[in-house]
Structure formats: C-alpha cells, structure tokens
C-alpha cells in the first residue's frame, strides 16, 4: 500500500512520463502484434493507406489545377504500329526537347518493311523502355522485352518505365524511383530522368545529387495536355521544347492505383514524376524517430490533461473534447504545411498514441490507486495469509492438545496403587 501512495504522490510530470511510455507499450502490442494477425490479412486496401494520401486529396480539391507547361502526352491508344511510326516522326518534327516510348513491343508480322523500325533508327530524342529487373542484391539489370530495341541509334538511350506501388502491383503508387543501382557500377535512368537528362541537365544533375532514393510523387493539382496523333501537325506549338511521353492512356493492363484514383494510366504516372523532378517539388517525409517524438509529445500532453481532470467532475468529457480537437488540429496543420511547404507530416503514430493515452491513464489509476489492482491483490493476499494462519493456529491447537490428551494418559498409567 506504501509502494501505491508513493506513485500516486509523485509528481504530476513524472507520472506523465510513466503512463505516456505504458501508452507506447500499448501502441506496440497494437501495431506490431494485432496488425500481424492473418485474420486481418484481406483488409488490403486499409493497410495500404497513407496519411500523405488523405493530404493528397484535400490538395486536388482545391480549385487550384496547374497544367504543367514542359510535360505533354501524346495517347496512341488504339493505333496499329504504322500510326504509332508516323506519331513518333510527326512529334520529332515538331522540335520537342525528348521523347520517351513508353510502349513493349513484340516482334511484328511482317519484317519486310517496318516503317516503326525505320522511325525508331532515325529518332536521336527518343528514350527506349526497357525494365529494371531487381537481382537480389540490391541493384538492377535492364531487361529488354521490346523487339524493336535492335533498331534504336548506337547512342540511344534505354530507361526504365517500372511503376511499383510499396514493390507491388495491387498496392497504391506514391512513389518513384528517379534511378536503379546497376549491377557492375552505374545506374539505369528512369525513362523520366533520361527525358530529363536530355531537357534539362542541369536539373537532371540536381536530381542524381540526391543519391537515387525513392520520391514522392506530386499527384494534386496537377493536369497534363493529351493530345491524340490527328492534332500533332495541327498544334505544333503543344510539342516544341517539351517532353513529350508517348503512351495508352486506356489501357486496362498499365492502369494503375494513386491516392486520387484506382484507374491512373502508366504514362500518366511518369509525367507526374517529371514534373515533380522539373519543378523540385520533393517532399519532406518525416523519419521514423521524428514521428514518434510527436506522437510521444502529443500524448505527453494529453495524459498531464487526463491526469489532472481525473478527480473533475467533468474531466472524462473534457478530455474526449480536447481529443477531438487534438485530431481536428493534426489533420488541418498536416494538411496545410503539405500543401504550402511541401513536407509529409504523419500523424499516424500521433493519432493512434493520444487515442490510447487517456487508456493508459485509466489503467495507471487502476493499478496504482488507494482502491486499484495492487491495493486489492495486497488486500486479498493478507486476508489469505490471515486465513492461512488462523487455520494453521486452529490445526496446531488440535494437534496440541491431542498431544495433551496423550501426555496425560501415559502419566496416569504410570501411577501404582498401594
């Protein structure tokens, strides 16, 4: 009982302390022990979610749309390989600073004449797809699946078209990579750092200085001209000194999920990151230690409320209140400071620790109060050891005065009458 009162008398700030790292054991056994169990396994789609992508869509709805002016792409969605040849020379002769082919091709009927191959051999701009095939290792080999590589200039340069989502396809793609370590030494550009490379080096060599890591994609706000084959020669000037990515934009197989929608095309997807990689609009991800140093101050502050209005007649309520402005204040600043300074704020950790701060305080006053768990175990554990020695007194008495009796009987055999 003397060990509860000297935790309940300690001051208020080292018992935030103490209920703020119960909370992060809590945490803990919440994430890392239910979240692994197989019974939550087909809930795909809610463990993929991200708090940038709730950002993401409270950006887009602004009224805001930029249509990037360095970025177009052109749809050959249901063209034969002729028309896809003629895209690739009408584009080319109107001037654009890169192209980038972002189509596989599979060996052709007729290889008689090929007027593709022709357009490819005599296109210096243009960017071939190949694939970067992981190793194992931690780099990539480029893996050609197109037929029509063969065909491309000595000089031509071959990047890869990979659109991963967290390394899997059924998951959401919010990230990018500008390049893939090579196997042996060098790297594989992405197809939309080679058109980069070729546009803009000096943007291209800002982007390589940040060491090739993985970025975030800058989904909101963005739009992107498409024009279709049939409007290239009509409006040239949609075309001189850009980028031009030629793609399906229907295609059922290259469609892909983001934080806006479940259906974004591939080469949609690669104009996003060119003009995040053209406009240095990188995101500011947290790491991991930062977020829970936020969360572990939020739920600081919480459990010194929780702890302090715990003898108030209305501290349960004003604590739910202060909660729900807590969360109402995390989603409405990590909102704002994505959209104006660009930096990811993940409040998961945050969110998920205040919810559990006021649990934890509760389990704190149950353990450690004049009426809680430690209290009742001590008061349960005297009663039983009263009961034990009452009744090792009543056996004892027993046994004594049987003994007694005995005693007594021998001594009155011993006596010789005369």
């Not at 809590?26 to 239910?34: E, G, K, T």
């Not at 095939?133 to 050609?144: L, R």
């Not at 030629?246 to 929608?261: E, R, Y």
């Not at 305080?361 to 009263?386: P, S, Y």
Request: hydrophobic content about 45%.
């Amino acid at each position: 009982m003397g060990f509860c009162r000297k935790i309940m008398s300690l001051p208020l700030w080292i018992k935030g302390v103490i209920v703020t790292a119960m909370t992060f054991l809590i945490s803990w056994i919440a994430v890392y022990d239910l979240m692994s169990v197989s019974f939550f396994a087909p809930m795909e789609k809610a463990a993929d979610f991200r708090f940038s992508d709730f950002y993401t869509l409270v950006a887009n709805d602004r009224a805001v749309k930029n249509l990037h002016p360095s970025v177009v792409v052109v749809a050959v969605d249901r063209c034969n390989r002729r028309e896809i040849a003629a895209t690739i020379e009408d584009v080319d002769f109107c001037n654009p600073a890169a192209i980038g082919l972002d189509i596989a091709f599979s060996t052709p009927r007729d290889t008689v004449y090929d007027p593709l191959a022709s357009a490819i051999a005599s296109c210096p701009r243009l960017v071939m797809p190949v694939v970067a095939e992981e190793t194992g290792d931690g780099t990539y080999t480029a893996v050609h699946t197109s037929y029509y590589d063969r065909f491309a200039p000595d000089d031509a340069t071959f990047a890869a078209v990979n659109i991963e989502g967290d390394k899997e396809a059924r998951f959401t793609v919010r990230e990018f990579m500008p390049s893939f370590p090579a196997q042996g030494g060098g790297y594989i550009p992405s197809l939309t750092l080679a058109l980069i490379e070729k546009a803009a080096p000096d943007i291209a060599a800002k982007v390589k200085a940040r060491g090739g890591k993985s970025e975030s994609l800058r989904f909101a706000s963005y739009e992107f001209e498409t024009i279709y084959p049939d409007e290239i020669l009509e409006y040239p000037e949609l075309i001189e000194g850009k980028i031009v990515i030629i793609g399906k934009v229907n295609d059922a197989g290259d469609l892909h999920s983001t934080p806006l929608d479940n259906f974004t095309p591939g080469a949609i997807i690669h104009a996003h990151s060119a003009a995040t990689m053209l406009d240095g609009d990188f995101t500011r991800r947290l790491s991991a230690v930062e977020s829970w140093l936020i969360a572990a101050a939020a739920c600081y502050l919480v459990v010194l409320i929780s702890l302090l209005l715990a003898e108030s007649t209305l501290g349960d309520i004003t604590v739910r209140f202060i909660q729900i402005a807590a969360l109402y204040l995390m989603i409405t600043c990590g909102a704002l400071v994505y959209i104006r300074f660009n930096i990811d704020l993940d409040f998961t950790g945050a969110m998920l620790m205040t919810s559990l701060g006021v649990v934890a305080c509760d389990i704190f006053n149950g353990i450690f109060a004049d009426d809680g768990i430690i209290a009742m175990c001590i008061t349960k554990i005297n009663r039983l050891i009263t009961i034990t020695t009452d009744i090792r007194n009543e056996i004892y008495a027993k046994c004594s005065f049987k003994n007694l009796f005995r005693n007594s009987a021998d001594d009155d055999s011993d006596v010789t009458l005369s």
